[in-house]
């Protein structure tokens, strides 16, 4: 008898990680992608000798990815390296940069003056952190849930002391231990990863002040991030899975309680055992399985994270006063959380990410030349449809970017791409795009998040960013874990 055949719509990140899991198991994979290339938002972007990472430029947690190369018994196929510093911090109106290392020690001589007893304060601090990520790690992250009861149930058994912790902010949190807004907003910025603000974001996820100062830091990989990609393809291709590009799922069929097709733009039908499904887990049950509980309505009602508004710049000329990661922030933190989610004009004074991957990587850019990844989170497109205004903000943060680090960027450009939210969503399918899908407030995670698997199809199940357990690199290869456990009990190999 042959072994089961999976076909997986998209080759996102959680996808290639499902297909290799899978692989190495035995089963036939095939994946469609809509894209020329693999990777999904971990992409790649080449132009005039320059390389741009276009989303991903670091990741914690690296360890899942030793996970998942053990699993298979293969070394990893690519160089991790940590960052120490993890980032430098630029705030407006001050001349000095932060630069946060992961030494408690040294970080302390970066806040001498500003805020006083730091590293007592700070081991305090992420202790409350490192007993709450340990406590929730198995109990919510690293488990399939099948029912509203069975994940509270879990809930319950997280130590009662992290109780107050649902009902404080994460910025509530800070104020407990620190006095300075610098520590506070440099502590607070990991909470924008989960799509929320420190306003709204619940303390409990002050876990990730611990992953990121504590645990396992932050990590890169030599030559760029797309060697995460190229390395796993390598491994696909030895095991025979199927690539198809520019193949967009467009319709899907099915019968009996089981998905039995998918056909692509061309009108070419798919057929296989099982399927993953890898595109947005919320926006594919609406758009394509017409559930009403995820119809266009109900998914505007849904909290999404921010939009990516992407700068990809080459510049002539090295940038002494830039580091490889560096966040550029403006004043007025607390109102500009505020109206960051609501607003439909482009951000004035914008707060926004860089990342010259050519200080580590020089290959990434010709001789003598920087490349510069700038990321602005902006509102989705339900608030913020229409971006004619596009250059105003590119201009905006071009100048003020070249102002703090005192170099002509400007006169200096030798190539421009800029991806707005609507080239986000009609890259890969982003619902409304939204850069890290679905959002992570409480009502939103275990079994509140649309499943990894199908509510009334047996053979479809779902990896990726909104569904289980949720987004970023190392998230969605803990979801092809979690769905390797399903399908291997409900449709063995064989
Ligand atoms: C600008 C930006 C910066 C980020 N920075 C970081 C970071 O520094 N660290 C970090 O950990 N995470 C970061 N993230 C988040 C991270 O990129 C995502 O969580 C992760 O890559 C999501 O992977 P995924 O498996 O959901 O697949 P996706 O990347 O969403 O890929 C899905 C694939 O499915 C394809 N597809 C969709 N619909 C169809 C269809 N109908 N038919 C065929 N193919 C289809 C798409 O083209 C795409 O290739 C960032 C994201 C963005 C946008």
């Not at 099982?274 to 909290?303: C, P, T």
């Not at 990587?361 to 602005?376: H, T």
């Not at 399918?429 to 992570?440: D, F, P, W």
């Amino acid at each position: 008898m042959a072994n089961k055949t999976i076909t997986i719509v998209g080759a996102g990140l959680g996808s290639l990680a499902t297909a290799l899991r899978l692989s190495y198991k035995g089963y036939q994979v095939q994946v469609l992608e809509k894209q020329e290339r693999a990777g999904g938002r971990l992409n790649l972007l080449e132009k005039d000798g320059f390389t741009f990472d276009i989303g991903p430029s670091f990741f914690s947690m690296s360890y899942e990815f030793r996970e998942l190369f053990d699993s298979i018994g293969e070394p990893i196929p690519f160089e991790l390296v940590e960052l120490n510093p993890l980032y430098t911090v630029n705030m407006a109106g001050q001349d000095r940069v932060f630069q946060i290392y992961k030494d408690l020690g040294k970080l302390a001589e970066e806040f001498k003056g500003i805020e006083d007893d730091f590293e007592v304060k700070a081991r305090k601090y992420l202790k409350g952190a490192r007993e709450i990520f340990h406590d929730t790690e198995y109990k919510v992250i690293k488990k399939n849930f099948d029912s509203i009861l069975g994940f509270l149930m879990s809930m319950a058994t997280v130590p009662m002391k992290h109780l107050p912790k649902m009902f404080r902010t994460f910025w509530e949190e800070l104020e407990r231990h620190f006095d300075s807004e610098e520590v506070k907003i440099i502590f607070s910025l990991v909470a924008f990863f989960l799509g929320a603000t420190p306003f709204n974001t619940p303390s409990v996820y002050n876990l990730l002040n611990y992953t990121e100062l504590e645990h396992d830091g932050y990590w890169n990989v030599k030559g760029g991030m797309y060697k995460i990609v190229e390395g796993i393809l390598g491994l696909l291709d030895k095991k025979g899975v199927t690539i198809q590009y520019n193949t967009e799922i467009k319709s899907v069929k099915h019968s009996g309680g089981k998905l039995s097709s998918v056909t692509d733009q061309n009108g070419k039908e798919y057929t296989s055992d099982v399927f993953v499904i890898n595109a947005d887990a919320a926006w594919f049950r609406g758009h394509f399985l017409g559930r009403k509980k995820y119809s266009v309505e109900k998914l505007d009602k849904l909290e999404w994270t921010l939009a990516p508004f992407t700068i990809y710049l080459g510049i002539k000329g090295q940038i002494p006063g830039i580091h490889h990661h560096n966040y550029f922030l403006g004043d007025n933190f607390k109102g500009y959380a505020d109206t960051i989610f609501r607003s439909s004009v482009a951000p004035k004074k914008p707060y926004y990410y860089v990342n010259v991957a050519s200080k580590s990587n020089p290959e990434c850019a010709p001789e003598g030349c920087e490349n510069l990844f700038i990321l602005c989170p902006v509102p989705d497109r339900r608030v913020k449809p229409n971006w004619d205004d596009a250059d105003t903000l590119v201009d905006e943060i071009i100048e003020d970017l070249g102002n703090r680090v005192k170099f002509d960027i400007k006169n200096n450009i030798l190539t421009k791409v800029v991806y707005t939210p609507i080239e986000w969503e009609s890259m890969f399918n982003l619902y409304r795009g939204s850069g890290l899908g679905l959002a992570h407030g409480l009502n939103q995670i275990g079994a509140f998040r649309p499943s990894n698997k199908d509510e009334e199809l047996d053979n479809l199940y779902y990896v990726g960013a909104s569904t289980t357990p949720g987004t970023g690199l190392p998230i969605v290869v803990i979801g092809s874990k979690l769905i390797l456990e399903r399908i291997e009990n409900e449709y063995p190999t064989i």
